[in-house]
T-cell receptor, first 113, second 115 residues
Framework: KQEVTQIPAALSVPEGENLVLNCSFT??????LQWFRQDPGKGLTSLLL?????REQTSGRLNASLDKSSGRSTLYIAASQPGDSATYLCAGGSRGGYQKVTFGIGTKLQVIP | DAEITQSPRHKITETGRQVTLACHQTWNHNNMFWYRQDLGHGLRLIHYSYGVHDTNKGEVSDGYSVSRSNTEDLPLTLESAASSQTSVYFC??????????????FGPGTRLTVT
């Protein structure tokens, strides 16, 4: 059974800093890895989807990488802004009849002006 | 723009009552999902559907049911609400794009309180 872990649970950084959020998973036969952003009281917004055949995806100031052999994915945020403050979740998809998705609990990010 | 809507956004109900949460998507996606989100847990899958008239149980399906009569809607019913079902419920959809696809899109959530 796929398990997804995100450490740390919370992170506080000053504005402008580059930062990395970590996501670990146990099943290296991962189908894809998706990063989401969740604002308080809101739904999840998809940020990046990395397919198992890819090593990274980029969107603006965000870059996500996938290393299946080590069971890790990272989300890199460049030049952080207060508007980046949110909870970031990763979700690993595994094959098995349907694409079973296992979510991490998330990292709560606070960017301090 | 395509979207997923959920209603109601907030609901308070009493133990033992039947409750239905609505989910409507205009993405024209085949796949639809219901999750619940609780403190200390990642999102957990309740039920999912691959298409009209198809429904399947997820990881935490006890006490819940769904039906899929069209592409756009997947209502979630709590047959007899229990306090353990107090949670935030999210509906999601995805298109089966084959190899490596299946990016999921989420609704805004319904906060359900069972008293």
């Amino acid at each position: 059974k796929q398990e997804v872990t995100q450490i740390p649970a919370a992170l506080s950084v000053p504005e402008g800093e580059n930062l990395v959020l970590n996501c670990s998973f146990t099943d290296s036969a991962i189908y894809n890895l998706q990063w989401f952003r969740q604002d308080p009281g809101k739904g999840l917004t998809s940020l990046l989807l990395i397919q198992s055949s890819q090593r990274e995806q980029t969107s603006g100031r965000l870059n996500a990488s996938l290393d299946k052999s080590s069971g890790r994915s990272t989300l890199y945020i460049a030049a952080s802004q207060p508007g980046d403050s949110a909870t970031y979740l990763c979700a690993g998809g595994s094959r098995g009849g349907y694409q079973k998705v296992t979510f991490g609990i998330g990292t709560k990010l606070q960017v301090i002006p | 723009d395509a979207e997923i809507t959920q209603s109601p956004r907030h609901k308070i109900t009493e133990t033992g009552r039947q409750v239905t949460l609505a989910c409507h998507q205009t993405w024209n996606h085949n796949n639809m999902f219901w999750y619940r989100q609780d403190l200390g847990h990642g999102l957990r899958l309740i039920h999912y559907s691959y298409g009209v008239h198809d429904t399947n149980k997820g990881e935490v399906s006890d006490g819940y049911s769904v039906s899929r009569s069209n592409t756009e809607d997947l209502p979630l019913t709590l047959e007899s609400a229990a306090s353990s079902q107090t949670s935030v419920y999210f509906c999601a959809s995805s298109e089966s794009l084959g190899q490596g696809g299946d990016e999921q899109y989420f609704g805004p959530g319904t906060r359900l309180t069972v008293t």
